[in-house]
């Protein structure tokens, strides 16, 4: 049984990156982190393990790469889409998967590492261009604006209520938007949903473009007075 420490602050990449691994019986999650000081005490509790990192959580790679070392347990990056996977390599971690990796090839990885393989994506470069996402493309064309909306909040992790509450209408109004969503992305449910737009560059872009507006029109609203 390989066991592995699962460290990102995302989420919901981190609950589809559970989900995934915990497929396959000879994979054991046995710690989930959200922060640094969390993971390097599961780091240093379960020893001989393979941690998966976030690199947007901006560690001390030196440190980090020490204790690893020291407790016989192998580092798995998960990369930014537009860092390059060398670097990581260089610095003497075992695998480098991007944020819009396949599950498919989460678990190849995971594997080849735990077989003490060092594994790095295909290509060394950069993921591909906004001209190379068809998929993406087609979909963010296809959404309305409201739709693409919801998606960006969506991605953020925002709950229906939530999300009613910024877009100032009813959680049933959202519900009836989600399942047109739905059909135009051909996912079943929030979770698959936000894992789509992270796996599709041009849609995930346009999500984050969408968020920060709405962001943005929050803050320049006026408070309300009691």
Not at 112 to 136: F, N
Not at 141 to 162: F, H, S, W, Y
Not at 192 to 197: C, K, M
Not at 213 to 219: G, N, P, V, Y
Request: hydrophobic content about 45%.
């Amino acid at each position: 049984m390989n066991k592995l420490i699962l460290a990102d602050s995302q989420a919901i990449f981190r609950a589809g990156t559970a989900k995934v691994l915990a497929m396959n019986e000879d994979l054991r999650i046995i710690a989930q982190c959200t922060d640094l000081d969390r993971m390097y005490h599961a780091i240093t509790t379960f020893p001989n393990s393979i941690v998966l990192f976030a690199a947007s959580m901006r560690p001390d790679l030196t440190r980090l790469h020490m204790l690893l070392e020291t407790m016989g347990s192998r580092g798995i990056v998960i990369a930014e889409n537009n860092e390059p996977a060398s670097d990581y390599i260089q610095q003497g971690f075992r695998g480098v998967v991007f944020r819009n990796v396949t599950g498919a090839a989460m678990v190849d990885c995971v594997h080849r590492v735990a077989a003490g393989d060092t594994w790095i994506p295909p290509q060394l470069m950069l993921t591909d261009s906004p001209e190379e996402d068809m998929v993406g493309t087609r979909v963010r064309d296809r959404l309305t604006p409201k739709e693409m909306r919801i998606v960006a909040l969506i991605a953020q992790g925002c709950k229906n209520r939530e999300i009613a509450l910024r877009l100032k209408t009813t959680e049933q109004v959202i519900k009836n938007y989600l399942r047109s969503i739905y059909d135009k992305t051909g996912v079943s449910d929030r979770l698959e949903l936000a894992l789509f737009t992270i796996h599709h560059r041009v849609l995930a872009q346009a999500a984050a473009e969408v968020g920060s507006k709405i962001d943005a029109e929050e803050r320049s609203a006026p408070s309300a007075v009691a």
